[in-house]
């Protein structure tokens, strides 16, 4: 791993990074938000991370520019990875025409589908591979990035915290989504059907395992588990909220599991998909005080 | 003048507008972030507007995006305008090689030298025809975007923002900028010499209506004048700084001037040239508390 450039940002640094991505057979960039404690010589607790999953055609800049992490990051001191949202470079298979599909639309899988296997291998990649790098990179005892750590995303980024979160149960610590794609093996999510069909060999039975409203019912809390609440968001002027996220069968799914009353869908009058809607106005993302 | 988009941010809206300008021959794209107050019936003061200039290569959405005036606007009750930073269009004379010349590249100027003058009227635009296209536009009285008005910037549009303040003196009620190029016409400051000498016929002369730092002995403060600071602020890491922007000049040209004791700059350690800086960091730019 490799340190491409370093940025002040509110209180902290944001770092620019680039490695060989052994899962995705090929470079992969992110950028890393180290709060402010990090810094300060005066805290010696150890900086908990959350994973940030970005959404259709992003890179790691859009929410590092765009999403404002970083003074929450700050207030409360923990860091903010922001990984890639596929594999990138020319020897990777891609589909310039399609923006939901190929580099920039890695849908947080892994692939069993040729040419797809060798490089989109993304749930690997973001929930076992860069965990391991990040803390052999930074090899600091006060970073933490594989124990007490959380996941949330946007729209496809959404989706991908959530079923890494009931796909890995009880890694993460925590998880929220701002407008995410809740059901997307459901025969009437275009992005579901058409991306996962691509991507996976058989659609039937592995799109279910990337799916959040399937996989909740497959995982008990525990009762040491210290998740009190599903954070959801989605702005009801969404134009995908009723053709592709579906994100109140989310509760659906959830009723008669025991995560039923742990999931709070918020939803923010006359908001749209964009990053209008994940700063500032969601519960999940309010700045604070200076 | 015709709405484009109106999207939500934070308590209020922004809403993307395109109109002919006869200034310019051409279409000009702007956006406009309406605050909270404007939709609330329970206030019936008039909204003042500050006229945010953008930088080098920038669009409107730029700032709207990663600046976070919106905040500020629902907290004090301003909208805020976001201009283009040139003219646009296949028929506008460009130079594609240049990112620093032609369009994206105003320079907040009236051109006098051809290919230039017939779209490259950016000051008579931004001082005037704007803001009456505005007014005309909305027809509200609750708006003001001519009288009770501000302006700011960062970088190119920080030198539009000083330049302009002084030029039309006492005009703006508030100004201030971020890493502004201070001292465009001096012999050390490429992007002046460059761009100066190429949109105008008499550089030695003309340049001298665009510099701020030239401009602010040729002003005095009126007796009821409330213009009680000028607040510039600029990263010390700026790679700028020292070849381009040369803030430090302003507080030299100021002495001796009823300026003197007005301008307040803030050097703040560390933070660079790009967004992450106009961003919190700058005491005129400070998020409040929610």
Redesign the interface.
Known sequence: MKEVKV????DGK?ISLSHDSACNNCEMALNIYLPKQYYSNETHSTIPAIYYLSGLTCTPANAS??A?W??QADLYGFSVVFPDTSPRGESVPDSKDEYDFGQGAGFYLNSTKEPYVKNYQMSDYIHKELPKELENYFQDCRLDFTKNVGITGHSMGGMGALAGFFKLYPHYKSVSAFSPIANPSAEDCPWGQKCFSRYLKDFKSESLEYDPCELIGKVKPKGDNDVKKILISV?T?DPFYSTQLYVDRILEYSKGTAWENKIEINK?????H????V???SPAC?????
Chains 1, 2 share one sequence.
């Open positions: 940025i002040n940002s509110c944001l520019e765009k404002f970083q003074c702005g002027k923010l009058q006359g908001f749209d964009s990053y209008f809607f700063v500032l106005k309010q700045i604070p005080c200076h």
